[in-house]
Structures are given as C-alpha cells and as structure tokens.
C-alpha cells in the first residue's frame, strides 16, 4: 500500500474533532488531484518513468537534507513560474521541490540529481531567515545573498558528497545561458541590464572556475564599474562561499551550522554589499531615467533639449522611437492573435452558444491602449543618461520622489522575478517567512474558498459599528504617525553617531571573524607546509604527520542586551528628551550588527517598546515614538527600580545568548509605589543579588547632574551623564561592552 493510501486509512473523519487534522487530510487529497492530473498528459509507459525517477530523488533529497524531507512533487511551467521549478512551503510547514514533470522525463539524471542535492544542501546549511526584513528587501541585498550562497551550497554538498561535484559540469556549464535569457528580459522590461545582476552572476562563474582550478579571469565585456566591484570584492566572496561547516558539525549541531551561515552572511553584509550597493545605487538612478523617458516620450522637457547637443537629442529621439514601434508592432500581433481567436471562438460557438465577450478585438484590460515599452537604455552614452539624470535633479522634490520609488519598484520586481530562476532558491528567506507567516496569522487576501455569505442590507447596528471603527482606525493612524514621526526627527539628529559607532563595531566584529585555521590534526583539507616539512626533518611518516590544518568555527560570543529607561516624572523635559536620543542610537546600532536586544521603560509598571523577538520595525519605533509621553503621565509620580530591575533582570536571564547586559538608565533615587514597596524590591538588594548569580552584567547610568548615587547602587556605573554628551557616552559604554565584556 502507498504512503498516500495508508495515511488515508488511518484518519477517522467522522471521529476526529481536529480541524488540522482534517485540513491535512483536504491538502493531501488536493495535492493527489493535482499529480494525477499532470500525469494524465503523459502515456502510461512515460508515467512510469516519472514516477520511478520521482521516488529515487524524493529518497537522495532526504539523505542530503537530513532532518528536512523534501517531497519531490510534480509541477509543470506557469506564467509565474515559467520553468516549471520551484521550492515552496505548504501551510503546515512543510518544505517542498516542485520538478518539471517533463523533465524529469526528458532531463539526465544527473542533471536531476545536482539539482535535488543542491536543494537539500539548502535545507542542510543555508540560515537566512533571522536576516532583517528590511535590510534583505534593499533593491539586490537578496540577490547578492543567493549569488553567494548559492556556491557555499554548492561547495558544502560537493566537499562531502563527492559524486555531486562530478555532477556540477553538467547542470552548471548549460545553466549559464540563464544570465543571457536575463539579459534579455531586463532589456525588454527595465531598458537596461542592471549592473548588480551583471556583478551577481560574476560572482557565480568565478565561484566555478574556482571549483574547476582555473584562475580568475573576469568576463572581458563587463562594464567598468562593475568591474571594479568584483574584483574589490572576490576575494571576500570566495572566504565567504568556503565558509561552511563540515558533515560531522552539521550532523551534530544547529548551532554550529547558524554561525557559519551568520558568519557568511554577516561578510556578505559588511565587506561586500557596501561596495555592491553603489551598484545597485547606479541602477536606480538608470531606472529613475527610464521611468521619466518613459512619462516625457511623447513630449520631452525643453529645458532638457537645450542641455543636449545635437548628436544627443539624435539618439534619445531615435531610442524613443525604437520602443515606441515596437510597442505598436506588438499591439498589432496581439490585437491578430485575438482577432483569430474570435473568429475560431465564433466558429465553434454553434447554435445557441455564446462567446465570453472582452473587447473589440483586443484582449481584456487593454482598452485599445498601447502597451508602453522600455526606452533602450543601453544604446545611449554614459554622458547623455547623466545629462537626463542632472535634469531630474533639478524637479521639485516631489517628482522626484515619485520617479525613484517607481524605479526602485521595478527593479525590485525584476529582482524578484529573476531571484527565482537562479539555481538557488532560499526556501524560508525573510521576505517568503514573512508572506508565510503573514498567511498563518489569517491575514491572505488571497484566492480563498469560504463559505458564501447570504448578501444582505446592513442595520442601522452595523451603520453604527463600522463608522465608530473607522473613527477609531483614523484616531489610531494619526497616533501612529505622531508617534513615528517624533522617531524619525530624533533619529535624523543622532544619524551620524549611529553610522559612526555601527562602522567602528563592525570592524571589531570583522576582525574576530577572520576565518582562522588550526593545525595539529591527522586529516584536513589543508597542510601546514612548514609544519610537515619539520617532521620531515625529525623523521616522521606522511601516516602519522599531524601537519594537517582544519578550519575553526566562527568564535564570537553571541549577545543580548536589556535597556530599561526610568520614565518616572523627574526624567521630564530636556532629560528625557536627550535619554530618548541615547535610546535610539543604542536600539538602531543594535539592530544594524543583528544584536538581541529589548527596550523597557518603568515606573510604576513595566512597558514594553521592542522585545527580543520583534525586529526594529516601523510598529516598534512608532511605539517608542510615545516614550516621552509617560513621563507626564500619573503613574510618573513613582520609580519602582528594585522591582522593575528585578523584573527585568528575570527576562534577560531566560536569554541563551553568551553575553548577556542591563543597562538601567535613571536619574533619581527610588520612590516605590504601594504595590512594589516591600523588602524584595530593595534595590540595593536586587543589584547585589544579580551581580551575585552572575547570569548577566548590569550596568546604572546616571542620567544628568548630581546622580552620583548611581555608585551606591550599581558596581558597573557611570554617573552624572551629560544630557549634551548622553548619546555619546552610551555609544562609548556599548563599545566597551562588546570589546571588553570580560573584564566588566
């Protein structure tokens, strides 16, 4: 008996009261459906040859994948996925490789089993989700990412599964005729090639020569600013596609496997994107040029006429009418193709029949429009884009706005369109965790069957509600914006802090990061040269030599970090004003170098503006954005800090990072409120208690002039903190923390 039909005979319909339960059982039913139906375009002799090759490499994918089984499924090319090959999760969480059923006819084995190794190797080492969301939706963030870590795949399964490596060759080399298929397609939809899809598929070919022992040798026709970015940024790469664990760590720890993906990634983000970002920085502005040709065609600007010389006006008129005839050329074949269409549909109607009507000839959603075509980039000079792009310049900054959030638009899309044709698919990146997570929360407003609701009049009741809830969304639109913006302005003030401190961290962070190499072991993939040549010297045989070198898992400590801000009615005014500085420079560092971190504020209760598990979203800054408000609030009229600290400390404790701090920002003695003003909460007491557990390391400061007292308190203090130097001093304490956190 199949899987399929033994899972069936075990599930009680009638019995089971569980509604997963049943929605499994629906899925599983769907997804039967589904293959049959494939199959039943095949003939019974190739159905078996589907079906065979289907269970051989359902059964690999789950010995590369280890603890992740990934079903191979039957799929077939679709407009949103024209080669037919895909990785996916279903709503249970289950992860997923659709094959082209034809291929798995028609393709060499080999070529489908490279592919179905490469996607366990995914599932096995790739750790990209815990990646902030709004860092890895940056125009090519996500693009450079799969460029990188498609060979660190690659270059895992092959190092420890030999035979794969002999399968590279041929699912590779025929592979690299997606760059051209990319090139054209971008030409076609942006006007251009863009210089980071260009740079990421260098990237790859590099990485394979490397794999082939050839030396590097970049594409002769690459464009020179591009250029210049790979060869900046190789070698870098190259460290960082060798940084993987071996079978034995991987098998052994999830842990281990995090931190050489966060080391990865961590190089990717720091050494690499900010060279291969001006690239992407370059394609904007390209696309913000195509995007005005594009709304100026039919008449452009005489203004910018008058800054062209005559040979440059030439070629923009001659681009522009290059895309508008081939707009036209292509109206037409689309407008025959319908007017056949019609005309078969109107043969085989018959008596009685009818014909879906959608237009004079021309297919649905066109409205006798011409579809508006790229301008051809490419065919003008560097200096004639730059000519239109200091025009631009010069709009009002409105337009200007529109025109780059529309070009950052289209190459997101493009991005998107062409990540997904790439041999490497992420599978839980941060963009498809969160469209999954945002589903699983009811939040789809996709295709959905639900039963149908019997179409009524609303009551006066419902009249009522819903204008009562649209009231209260408005009230809470214009809090949220309030809020968001007070962030904002105090974020623009402390901006360059932010970026200073965030650099000199990072270059602390990239400093202990350096892959080392450590000898003394009897196997490796490495030897210590001068090491063997030492025991040569003293005799020892090549079956004894410990001169061989293994690569150390990334060491650095991992942290989590606690701010808890003292909003009692003394911090009124400037001071809370400069602490809320101090706040976001330390919460927006933090998040820049992807350290754990909560933000608190007390009084007579605890408030939580970000938690550990929430990134530094636009919801979490708009909610700190109400900080200062507590202060004149009428809980204000206490500071609880023995029972807010002990609160506090108790959250952090739970964390399983390595190096673990509260920082107590406060600038007045305890008043403790009738609720928190017992023995226990003696903050004297509840300091000495946790500096004793030794779980974590806590740190007072004092906020503003004569907060000595701090001292008496605290055994790490820093007391009468300028209100001026506040933002300062917590940059500086931060760094010290994490350059020097054993000997606080």
């Known amino acids: 008996m199949s899987k399929e039909s033994s899972e069936f005979k075990n599930v009680d319909i009638q019995k089971s009261s569980e509604p997963e339960a049943f929605g499994a059982l629906f899925r599983r039913s769907q997804d039967k459906e589904r293959e049959n139906r494939i199959l039943d375009q095949f003939t019974p002799e190739q159905q078996?040859?589907?079906?065979?090759?289907?269970?051989?490499?359902?059964?690999?994918?789950?010995?590369?994948?280890?603890?992740?089984?990934?079903?191979?499924?039957?799929?077939?090319?679709?407009?949103?996925?024209?080669?037919?090959?895909?990785?996916?999760q279903k709503a249970d969480g289950t992860v997923f490789l659709q094959m082209n059923a034809h291929d798995l006819l028609d393709k060499q084995m080999d070529f489908l089993r490279f592919v179905t190794c490469h996607e366990g190797g995914h599932r096995r080492i790739s750790r990209v989700e815990n990646i902030p969301l709004e860092e890895w939706r940056e125009n090519g963030f996500s693009f450079l990412m799969n460029a990188i870590e498609d060979p660190r795949d690659n270059n895992f399964v092959a190092d420890n599964y030999p035979i794969f490596a002999e399968q590279m060759k041929t699912a590779y080399e025929p592979d690299f005729d997606l760059e051209e298929q990319a090139k054209v397609k971008a030409e076609d939809k942006l006007g251009f090639t863009p210089l980071f899809m260009q740079a990421g598929f260098e990237y790859i070919k590099q990485w394979y020569r490397q794999r082939q022992n050839q030396p590097v040798e970049l594409t002769a026709d690459l464009p020179p600013e591009v250029k210049e970015v790979v060869e900046k940024t190789l070698e870098i790469a190259s460290r960082s596609w060798w940084l993987y664990p071996s079978k034995q760590e991987a098998d052994e720890s999830e842990d281990l496997i995090k931190r050489y993906a966060d080391a990865s990634y961590r190089l990717n983000r720091d050494l690499i994107w900010p060279e291969f970002k001006k690239l992407v920085e370059q394609d904007v502005k390209d696309?913000?040029?195509?995007?005005?040709?594009?709304?100026?065609?039919?008449?452009?600007?005489?203004?910018?006429?008058?800054k062209l010389t005559p040979e440059e006006a030439e070629m923009l008129e001659e681009a522009i009418q290059r895309a508008i005839k081939q707009a036209l050329e292509e109206g037409e074949n689309k407008e025959k193709v319908e007017d056949d269409k019609e005309k078969t549909d109107e043969g085989d109607k018959g008596e009685g029949g009818q014909v879906d009507e959608i237009g004079e000839g021309k297919s649905e959603g066109q409205d006798g429009e011409i579809e508006q075509k790229a301008i051809p980039l490419g065919s003008l000079s560097r200096?004639?884009?730059?000519?239109?792009?200091?025009?631009?310049d010069s709009l009002p900054q409105e337009e200007r706005d529109k025109l780059e959030e529309k070009a950052k638009k289209?190459?997101?899309?493009?991005?998107?369109?062409?990540?997904?044709?790439?041999?490497?698919?992420?599978?839980?990146?941060?963009?498809?965790?969160?469209?999954?997570?945002?589903?699983?929360?009811?939040?789809?407003?996709?295709?959905?069957?639900?039963?149908?609701?019997?179409?009524?009049?609303?009551?006066?009741?419902?009249?009522?509600?819903?204008?009562?809830?649209?009231?209260?969304?408005?009230?809470?639109?214009?809090?949220?914006?309030?809020?968001?913006?007070?962030y904002e302005q105090a974020r623009r003030e402390v901006m360059p802090i932010i970026n200073r401190l965030t650099d000199e961290l990072r270059d602390i962070f990239r400093e202990r990061r350096k892959v080392k190499h450590e000898a003394g072991h009897k196997t490796g993939p490495k030897i210590n040269i001068t090491k063997r040549i030492s025991e040569i010297a003293k005799g020892i045989l090549s079956i004894e030599s410990r001169a061989w070198e293994k690569r150390e898992a990334p060491g650095e400590k991992d942290y989590a970090i606690s701010l808890l801000v003292d909003l009692s009615g003394s911090m009124r005014g400037n001071k809370i004003a400069e602490t809320f500085k101090a706040v976001i420079v330390l919460a927006e560092v933090l998040n820049k170098l992807s350290i754990m971190s909560e933000i608190l504020g007390f009084n007579d209760r605890i408030y939580e503006y970000k938690s550990f598990k929430e990134?530094?979203?636009?919801?979490?800054?708009?909610?700190?954005?109400?900080?200062?408000?507590?202060?004149?609030?009428?809980?204000?009229?206490?500071?609880?800090?023995?029972?807010?600290?002990?609160?506090?400390?108790?959250?952090?404790?739970?964390?399983?990072?390595?190096?673990?701090?509260?920082?107590?920002?406060?600038?007045?003695?305890?008043?403790?409120?009738?609720?928190?003003?017992k023995k226990d909460y003696n903050l004297n007491k509840v300091v000495q208690d946790?500096?004793?557990?030794?779980?974590?390391?806590?740190?007072?400061?004092?906020?503003?002039?004569?907060?000595?007292?701090?001292?008496?308190?605290?055994?790490?203090?820093?007391?009468?903190?300028?209100?001026?130097?506040?933002?300062?001093?917590?940059?500086?304490?931060?760094?010290?923390m994490i350059v020097d956190y054993d000997k606080f």
């Not at 040029?289 to 910018?304: D, G, N, R, V, Y």
């Open 48 to 88: 078996k040859i589907i079906k065979s090759r289907q269970r051989i490499l359902s059964s690999l994918a789950y010995f590369i994948g280890k603890d992740f089984e990934i079903p191979i499924e039957l799929g077939l090319p679709t407009p949103d996925c024209p080669s037919g090959w895909r990785q996916g």
């Open 287 to 306: 696309q913000r040029t195509e995007e005005f040709l594009k709304e100026s065609a039919s008449s452009l600007p005489q203004e910018l006429k008058d």
């Open 383 to 392: 200096e004639l884009r730059n000519k239109i792009g200091e025009y631009i």
């Open 410 to 486: 289209a190459l997101g899309d493009f991005e998107e369109e062409i990540g997904e044709e790439i041999a490497g698919k992420l599978a839980d990146d941060p963009q498809k965790k969160a469209t999954r997570e945002k589903e699983e929360n009811g939040d789809d407003t996709g295709d959905q069957t639900l039963p149908t609701e019997v179409s009524r009049e609303p009551s006066p009741e419902d009249l009522k509600r819903e204008k009562d809830l649209q009231n209260l969304r408005g009230k809470l639109e214009k809090i949220f914006e309030r809020d968001q913006g007070a």
């Open 615 to 677: 990134r530094l979203s636009a919801e979490a800054r708009s909610k700190m954005g109400s900080m200062s408000l507590e202060v004149d609030s009428d809980r204000a009229l206490w500071n609880d800090d023995g029972w807010a600290v002990k609160e506090a400390s108790a959250r952090l404790v739970k964390r399983r990072e390595m190096a673990k701090f509260l920082i107590v920002l406060s600038d007045g003695e305890p008043e403790p409120s009738p609720a928190h003003n």
């Open 690 to 736: 946790i500096e004793k557990g030794g779980e974590h390391k806590i740190i007072g400061l004092g906020i503003g002039p004569n907060t000595h007292h701090v001292a008496r308190y605290y055994h790490h203090n820093i007391a009468n903190v300028d209100l001026d130097e506040m933002a300062n001093r917590l940059g500086r304490l931060l760094k010290e």
